[in-house]
């Protein structure tokens, strides 16, 4: 089994700036992707962003220049940079593990976001 563990959500102003953290522990593979993903009231949840095992980003369009995704592989932690955040980014963040092979595809609990003043 593999556990995720979220943190660094929070309320901030439009034009600030958050980090997002996942902490992943159990059963993780090497060739693996980690990502966010997010779902605001009403909206299904979407892709924010993601990385392969082997350092490979991929982004929504909706965030591109915007934030930035990062992992530590030998950690097993994945990270996301949010910067010039926007009132429509305030969702529910979700990380997310899963493994090539389909072994396993793991979600952490998630954490809010609110960009308002």
């Known amino acids: 089994q593999v556990q995720l563990v979220e943190s660094g959500g929070g309320l901030v102003q439009p034009g600030g700036s958050l980090r997002l953290s996942c902490a992943a522990s159990?059963?993780?593979?090497?060739?693996?992707?980690m990502g966010w993903y997010r779902q605001a009231p009403g909206k299904q949840r979407e892709l924010v962003a993601d990385?392969?095992?082997?350092?490979?980003?991929n982004y929504a369009d909706s965030v591109k220049g915007r934030f930035t995704i990062s992992g530590d592989n030998a950690k097993d932690n994945v990270y996301l940079q949010m910067n010039s955040l926007k009132p429509e980014d305030t969702a529910v963040y979700y990380c997310?593990?899963?493994?090539?092979?389909?072994?396993?595809?793991?979600w952490g609990q998630g954490t809010q976001v609110t960009v308002s003043s």
């Open positions: 159990g059963s993780i593979v090497n060739d693996n992707v």
């Open positions: 990385i392969t095992s082997g350092g490979n980003t």
């Open positions: 997310n593990a899963r493994s090539v092979a389909g072994i396993y595809n793991a």
